[in-house]
């Protein structure tokens, strides 16, 4: 596994050394946080602790609810939320759509950016900060005027920013820790008002059932707190990979968008980014055809059909995404077998 180059960062990504060590001594303490006694309380006091660090980590001054990750979150939020209707942006991740209830589609324009006049009044919002096939990062200042504006609620999945971007103004946030060094099956939901959200059960403040995943929330404290200091480095290394990827002959996605420097995608033309897949797989190096979940299917992707794309240039992006352990000699190799790939298929 080691000798792979692993480049799926924005299907989840590798833990970070301290989260594995802030789970591995959880483990040793066993309560569950809800028993009276001595035990549970000092496992409730550590999620406590574990919550305090998080808000601060990311400066969330408002509720945070720990939750399975934004999956769960989004449903919640979907479900929950004391407003009649929702909209929801035509580039979410699939979750918004598998959640129980059928939300008005809002149009996204070529380059991939919500249309603000499009936004609707008196209505539940998601719009996410960063969309996880193109790395394309919303205008967060204008979402945040115009919803308030209109007296909507901003609901903004922030699985694949949060831990690299600040947080933005919204109503609701959902995380989830494995995006950023956690482990997976944990994440969060931040609230601004209790009142916008009908409770449910009997943890985390009566807004969620079941016990909570301790040791995991401890790990997804221990990530979000660590340094990001590879992020200017990604940003030089995807920087890299977009012009290997121009001069010879590929497209990069909403190239004239602004795009969180971790995902990328690209389209090389004639070829389906199946195949590609199967290539790349071959040469050691994992991707993504779009997002995790619609990989397994040879459908378009329905955020670059929103974008405007044909079904064929659709079927010929892949995605590239990475993070903290990339190395240049990981990007350096990704380019020289996409050259090569590119060559075999203009021989053919
Ligand atoms: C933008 C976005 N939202 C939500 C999710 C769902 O996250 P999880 O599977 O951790 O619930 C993902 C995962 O790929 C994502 O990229």
Redesign the pocket.
Known sequence: MNSRIYLDY??TTPITTSARQAMDEAFDIWANPSSPHKDGRHMRALIEEARIRIKEALNWPHHLIFTS????S?AMVLQRNTLEQCSISAVE?D?FLRAGIIPNILPVDKNGYIIPEKLPENQLVGV?TVN?ETGVIQPADILRQTLSEKNSLWFA?A??SAGKMPLPDADFI?L?A??LGGA?GV?ALLIRDWAKLKPFGGQEQGYRAGTENAPAILGFAAAVCEKKDWFEKAATLREKLDQAIIASGGEVVAYQSERIPTIASYRMPDMVAKTQLILFDMAGISISAG???SSGSLKSSPVLKAMGWGDKEAQEVIRVSFGRETTESDIDQFIKIWRQIAEQRKKA
């Open positions: 924005a299907a990750g934004a999956s769960e989004i991740h979750a996410q996880n999945d699985a694949q959902s989830s494995h995006k997976p994440g997002s995790a979940c």
